[in-house]
């Protein structure tokens, strides 16, 4: 037996099989371990081998793996619902499981189209995003995300969304503006798209609070959120916040949206939701929201197979306690210091390094040709992912991301370790990735 038939992520090439987890090491068939520096792209938040997880999985395996949600709930999708809503952004209300990231985002986009048919508002249907966003690669997650390297050859299939600008303060920032101003500007961005598609056209905006897989843990400025908050009230416009990458704890707060100030009418999660050790993801979305499909149509329509999967639950609602009564949220925020104090240490004068960012374990560092034109480097010399290669080779998994952003090249590195690691842990991620940034640059 061997891999010879498996279609994996790329064609050709071999990669090593993953034999054994340990805290935050994954071990190969060699036996070689790494250090898991970004939990895959922001996965494994308790790590590998996680007890209480593996123990609520198993538990209710042995009471009942699967029962589809046409017939049956569960016990643990109905805890873990409880759960999230004791701890989500006022307003919200109720949740929808489902089993991954782009799930969740589909399932906010119909859920936003169905609330304004059932309030009587059909002509609600356009999106408008950013440029620099992910949101899954089913098609209807691909179209609202501004990644034009990931849309380009599926664009014939994908719906009509407006792209406003990101707020990228590194790159977007003007001389003599204010941080504060920057934002308001970037976020007025989104009133004049509104006005110029017409109001009763738009149903949702969608961002990711702190920007994940485009750009390497990009953070808004103060006062953005607030203003995009502002500008969809006023036009009746559904904000969505999509934290399926920076949410469940990674910045330091269970949603990232917390350290905003500002509540979403749907917000979805999904990776650190199951850390790993199940595939489950989630929509969740305001009292209002459920009112009205509740006492309309009285369906949603929409729906997947293993939507609140028991398995899953279980492991979800065991991550979720894990992170809440663990004081792990803690251990974020100061291994998240940490972790940028020695980034900000090491190469806070490297020639090649940019820019250095984050929040809580979700830290990104760009990587530029000359530090003070910010002059990226030429996407042919491939540096993020020479960056990922050797640092693979020296022990340490971390999330490259190459790839032209509103034609700048991005060569960015995000780092999104386990909750669970300490300090000593820190300097070996930050060892490692330098030991990398010296053999390439
Ligand atoms: N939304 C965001 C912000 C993401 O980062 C991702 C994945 O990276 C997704 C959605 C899609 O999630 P999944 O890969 O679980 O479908």
Redesign the pocket.
Known sequence: MGQAHLFGRSTGGDIPVAVGGDGCYIIDSTGKRYFDGSGG?AVSCLGHSDATVAEAIKGQLDRIAFAHTGFFSSAPAGDLADLLIAHAPAGIDRVYLVS????A?EAAIKLARQYFLEKGEPKRSRIIARRQS????TLG?LAAGGNEWRRAQFAPLLAETSHISPVYEYRGRQAGESAFDYGQRVANELETEIQRLGPENVMAFIA?PVV??TAGAVPPVEGYFKRIREICDAHGVLLIL?E??CGMGRTGTLFACEQEGVSPDIVTI??GLGAGYQPI?AMLCSAAIYEAIASGSGFFQHGHTYMGHPLAAAAACAVLKRITRDGLLDNVLDKGAKLDARLNEVFGQHAHVGDIRGRGLFRGVEFVEDRETKKPFDPKRGVAKALKKAAFEAGLICYPMGGTIDGVNGDHVLLAPPFIIDDGQVDEVVDKLSLAVSKVL
């Not at 992910?134 to 690669?137: A, E, Q, R, V």
Request: charged letters at 20%.
């Open positions: 792209a991954g990231g782009s799930e985002v992910y949101h899954g690669n997650a990711e994940g897989a999509d399926v990458m999904a990776k993801g």
